[in-house]
């Protein structure tokens, strides 16, 4: 090339407009955000190619924002190394905490002597009666219960409710005491000492017993037969403001402070606060002492999870 065709080429690119971008690209680059573009250049050496460089740069910085949760200013493209190379998938689906159990757990208990006496399949049948009306004040479910041999019995339970709180409803063995205190607070699992503070009288005195709701929410109520009636009555009036308990198996259960006599054996139990007592810890204790104590314990000796049944459409 000459001198002069050299010069004349160099004076053309540095005085004359570069030409048009095409209309595709102008078109494709205006749908990209916060990248508006032009057709010809704004001045300075990069035109067309400043808006594309800006374009890239939003475009990543917004994967990058989206994939790790950022707010503000978003990361320049160095940040893209943080992110998965593929699309992020959502996780399987997982058992959790809240997610509902099917099927049931099947627990075998067996009676068990007390002074060497066996417990036969008449006592059982009596245990099962008492399990089954514990588990129905306690507005348990789908239970079932039934005997098997002469010492043990199946207790089916819906996994969908408080399993463990069902096991406990019926190993107690329900020998309910009601304990003076005296001026010693106790706390609901204490141990209590029967040689340090004797019984008033015992379950079989009650009458009856329900959860009933009032101006002081959810209460146990409860009536005595006449003697324990008495004897109740003559202890309140000259213990108000001493504590009164109410034992099963040795634990302290209920042990509320005695506010005033109680003449006629019609007894109240609140538990403070505007709901009340709440409903499980109600319906529990009412099913101990309406259906009193088992005439022998029982204890687990097995238990295993069986699967719902599959319904299959043909």
Known sequence: MNDDLERRLRNAFRHSPLPAAPASLVEALERVPYAPVTARRRGGGRGVWAPLAVAAVLVVAAAVVIGGGQHGIAPGPSAVS???SAPATSPEPSLSASAPLTGTIRIVYQAQPVNAVRPTAGDVEVIIDIVAHRLAAADIVGASVRGEGDDRLIVELPRAIDTDTARRLIGQTGRLDFVPLGTTQMQIADAVDPATF??????????????????QGRTITFVLKPR???????????????YFAIVLDSKVVSAPVITSEIPDGHVEISAGGIDG?????????????QFGAQPF??????????PAPIISVP
């Open 82 to 84: 943080v992110l998965p």
């Open 228 to 242: 324990a009636a008495s004897l109740f009555a003559s202890y309140t009036a000259s213990h108000i403001g001493q």
């Open 198 to 215: 004797p019984a008033l009288f015992s379950g079989d005195q009650l009458e009856s017993a329900a959860v009933t709701t009032g101006q």
């Open 277 to 289: 007592y709440p409903l499980e810890e109600a319906q529990s204790l009412v099913g101990l002492m």
């Open 297 to 306: 314990p029982i204890v687990e000796i097995s238990n295993e999870i069986v």
